[in-house]
């Protein structure tokens, strides 16, 4: 059997074309019972329920060895932005999860895997999102697709972005205009 009819006979029989795919009728739908609807809740139950339990927040899940070395390489501390400060903590009750205030702004934020090594903690519930890298970092809210915060930097960032302003990388697309031989020189003498 060729390629082809192989194809063929697989499609033909995953759309239920094939030997023994006959349709079955659905099975009738049972009655629902009716019944009574509950009360709901007065404004006055409400307004007496414990304050605690309105400010008590859902428990956070214990992070795995990956997520906690990602979290040991958060900056923590206020971060000078173009526009504000943000100031990020470790929160104390929860090993790796952090709290990010900006102004109003409150955040509970956990550490997420990234495949470009760049720093990453989100909160999902607000579609918060803070990247870090070695520069500077940056506050995005996925919910509305605007960054919330650019060019924050922590004391370690701002020295790498200065190191970045004197020496900046070199372009492996561009001929380099210094003394400097290019890399394929060097091997090419080797």
Request: hydrophobic residues 45%; proline residues 8%.
């Amino acid at each position: 059997m060729g390629k082809l009819s192989k194809l063929l006979m697989a499609v033909w029989l995953s759309t239920g074309l094939g030997w023994g795919w006959a349709q079955t009728p659905p099975a009738p739908a049972k009655k629902a019972k009716a019944t009574p609807a509950k009360p709901h809740a007065t404004p006055k139950a409400v307004a007496s329920a414990s304050p605690k339990l309105a400010q008590a927040q859902a428990p956070l899940a214990a992070l795995g060895e990956d997520l906690l070395a990602v979290s040991a390489q958060v900056h923590t501390g206020d971060m000078v932005c173009e526009a504000n400060t943000v100031k990020v903590s470790p929160m104390s009750n929860a090993q790796g999860y952090f709290e990010l205030r900006m102004g109003k702004h409150h955040y509970r934020m956990a550490p997420v895997a990234s495949l470009t090594g760049a720093v990453r903690l989100e909160d999902a519930a607000h579609g918060a999102v803070w990247i870090q890298l070695a520069n500077k970092s940056m506050l995005m809210n996925q919910k509305v697709g605007r960054r919330m915060a650019d060019d924050c930097q922590s004391p370690a960032q701002m020295v790498v972005a200065e190191a970045m302003a004197k020496m900046p990388p070199i372009n492996i697309l561009e001929p380099l205009n210094d003394n400097r031989a290019s890399p394929a020189a060097e091997l090419a003498n080797k």
